[in-house]
């Protein structure tokens, strides 16, 4: 009888995963490319339905994604050294989760292997975003969908 092998993400630390491991992790809901605004009084984070100008609307993929960093300079590189502060993540982020100690969800695609099921279970904004290049700025606030944390 062949022993049960856990998965990737149960066996290792963040920090112990190869690229192709932790790049699995995302579950392309792409809530980290939506534009966030700062709240000055208590610094809580904010998620609007902008998303970045670079994030496709319905797939919820970054359109360039080897190359984001030319076009948006300030575009976030997660790595595992960051783990601490992933608190402004999305409290479904496999990222945000497995650096709490937290499982991955059942609809996460290295659970059930459907690429969709994020989409299906709404957990991502598919279909329900704006780009960036389509509000102005200064009307953000209008377009905020829920506080990080």
């Known amino acids: ?85 992933f608190q402004w993540l999305p409290p479904t982020c496999a990222y945000r989760l497995l650096a709490e100690g937290k499982d991955l969800p059942l609809w996460h695609p290295l659970v059930c292997g459907d690429l969709q099921a994020v989409h299906r279970e709404r957990i991502s904004q598919a279909g329900r975003m704006l780009s960036e290049t389509a509000v102005a700025e200064d009307d953000w606030e209008d377009y905020l969908i829920f506080r990080a944390g």
């Open 1 to 85: 009888m062949a022993a049960k092998v856990e998965p990737f993400w149960k066996r290792k630390t963040l920090d112990q995963l190869d690229a192709g491991e932790w790049e699995s992790l995302c579950d392309g809901c792409g809530l980290c490319c939506l534009q966030k605004l700062e709240d000055e009084e208590d610094g809580g984070v904010y998620y609007t339905r902008i998303a970045c100008r670079l994030l496709d609307l319905e797939t919820c993929r970054c359109r360039d994604y080897a190359s984001r960093r030319q076009s948006v300079p300030d575009c976030i590189q997660l790595t595992p050294a960051q783990a601490g502060e």
